[in-house]
């Protein structure tokens, strides 16, 4: 018998999805799909350290790069420990993926189907950065700034 040559990694229970992480073409790492993902499935979500927003928003300005998001008025989550490759989603202007945040968990959901090798990528939406960051997605109609 020949070993399965397509045989994806083993992943936990709340990443429904195979991905990779790797450089990408936007910024840093990113997170890749390495199985066909259809539209609207989730994908995963990122567990991270529960903290208040003001120790969010302190945290936020001790870091290059930052991977927080804040789930309520009081409450975020920091990511910078998580071992989950979904932390590694990076922005575009012409995302494939939406970040939803339910009953305090930051899970993601494709937008479209999203093919083998594509990355995954979705709108940060409104950020600390206040529009001083330069967007490097790409996508026609870049925006250019976060």
């Known amino acids: 018998m020949q070993p ?12 429904k999805y195979a991905v990779d992480v790797r450089p ?3 910024d840093g790492q990113g ?5 066909p ?8 979500e990122i567990r991270g350290e529960s903290i208040s927003v003001i120790e969010a928003r302190i945290r936020a300005t001790r870091h290059e790069r930052v991977m927080i998001v804040e ?10 420990k998580s071992a989950d490759p979904m932390r590694y989603t990076n922005h575009s202007c012409q995302h494939n993926a939406r970040l939803s945040i339910q009953q305090g968990r930051v899970e993601f959901y494709s937008l479209r189907a999203i093919s083998p090798g594509e990355e995954i990528t979705v709108s940060y939406g409104e950020t600390h950065h206040e529009g ?3 967007c490097r997605c790409g996508a026609p109609g870049c925006a250019r700034r976060l």
Request: charged share 25%; hydrophobic share 50%.
């Open 31 to 35: 997170v890749f799909a390495l199985e």
């Open 37 to 44: 993902i259809p539209r609207w499935r989730k994908i995963g």
């Open 24 to 26: 990408s073409p936007i």
């Open 71 to 80: 789930i309520s008025e009081d409450k975020a989550i920091d990511f910078h």
């Open 132 to 134: 001083r960051l330069a």
């Open 4 to 15: 399965d040559l397509l045989a994806l990694p083993a992943r936990p229970a709340y990443q």
